[in-house]
């Protein structure tokens, strides 16, 4: 491999602030430090997603959530409705698989009782939570066996009018966790 015909300028953060100006030796370095970049990795280099090396062998590596505390997705606005059968009233699309801590919170406008349930897919994976409280109940659950594409939904029900209320469906996880493949050769 030859070496890069650009040198690799490291740009001081004073140089990109808001009150610097944008001017050609900015520019230039920029420009030079693609350059460098791309003529380093060379000219058949396509960035593969879920790809890493070890100097020697290339191999996939797979991302996947751990349940845990940092917020990763939500759906927070409040709805209310009447329906003496589960029905889907939020859902997310996963980018990872594993698992998460998922919350949401529930409360019955009147007296009798609503129900909340995860569903994974349009089946129903958590446990049935209830409450007869005319305050909002965040409950929490941490459920495992998610793949990238699935549809992680809310479904809500009430025992009895007038209306069953939710909000904050909401997505928590650690650290991803990397799962490695077997080395390709």
């Not at 109940?137 to 459920?143: A, H, N, Q």
């Not at 029900?157 to 966790?177: C, E, G, M, T, V």
Request: hydrophobic share 35%; aromatic share 10%.
């Amino acid at each position: 491999m030859a070496a890069p015909s650009k040198n690799y300028t490291l740009i001081p953060d004073g140089s990109v602030d808001a009150d610097s100006p944008l001017d050609t030796t900015l520019i230039t370095q920029l420009r030079d430090n693609t350059i460098h970049i791309e003529e380093w990795l060379g000219d058949s280099y396509v960035a593969a997603k879920n790809h890493d090396h070890d100097n020697v062998n290339s191999k996939a590596v797979t991302l996947a959530y751990l349940a845990g505390d940092l917020l990763r997705a939500y759906a927070d606005t409040e709805g209310t409705g009447a329906t003496t059968v589960y029905v889907k009233k939020k859902e997310i699309v996963l980018d990872f698989g594993g698992a998460l801590r998922i919350k949401f919170d529930l409360k019955h406008s009147g007296s009798g009782t609503t129900y909340g349930r995860i569903y994974r897919n349009g089946v129903a994976v958590g446990t049935e939570r209830s409450t007869t409280s005319d305050t909002y109940v965040t409950f929490s659950e941490d459920i495992s066996g998610w793949s990238p594409g699935d549809l992680c939904q809310l479904y809500i029900k009430q025992a009895s009018n007038p209306n069953a209320d939710w909000r904050n469906f909401r997505l928590y996880s650690s650290a991803f966790s990397r799962l490695e493949a077997t080395l390709d050769t």
